[in-house]
C-alpha cells in the first residue's frame, strides 16, 4: 500500500487548509483500511490527530484539534481528507496519513506516507 500525503503549505493563524492522502496498490480492500492523521513537530514524539474507520461513519479526534479538524475519506477516490480550520501556530509540523487494519488514534497503523509539512504562522 503507497500512501501520498499532499495540500500542506504556509498559512496565517486562524486560517484553514485541507490535506489529502491519496491511496494505491493496497494489499486490503479500500473499505478494508481504516485511516488515521498523525503530525510530529520538530523535537515532539509523534502523536496521533484524527481517525476514521473503513466505512467512514465513526470517527475520532484528539482533544488538540477536536471541533477545529475534519477527517473524511472519499471510497470511490480512495482518497483521505483532513480539513483544519482555525489554524494555530501549535499545529505547526509534519502530518502523516497513515492505513492499517485497525481503527483508533492509539492502534498501530501498517502504511504510512512520506509527510507534509503544514507551518501557520502568528
Known amino acids: 500500500v503507497q500512501l501520498v500525503e499532499s495540500g500542506g503549505g504556509l498559512v496565517q493563524a486562524g486560517g484553514s487548509l485541507r490535506l489529502s492522502c491519496v491511496t494505491s496498490?493496497?494489499?486490503?480492500?479500500?473499505?478494508?483500511?481504516?485511516m488515521g492523521w498523525f503530525r510530529q513537530a520538530p523535537g515532539k514524539e509523534r502523536e496521533s490527530v484524527a481517525a476514521i474507520s473503513g466505512s467512514g461513519r465513526t470517527t475520532e479526534y484528539a482533544d488538540s484539534v477536536q471541533g477545529r479538524f475534519t477527517i473524511s475519506r472519499d471510497n470511490a477516490k480512495n482518497t483521505l481528507y483532513l480539513q483544519m480550520n482555525s489554524l494555530k501556530p501549535g499545529d505547526t509540523a509534519v502530518y502523516y496519513c497513515a492505513a492499517g487494519s485497525e481503527y483508533g488514534l492509539q492502534v498501530q497503523y501498517d502504511y504510512w506516507g512520506q509527510g507534509t509539512q503544514v507551518t501557520v504562522s502568528s
Open positions: 496498490g493496497r494489499a486490503l480492500s479500500w473499505y478494508a483500511l481504516a
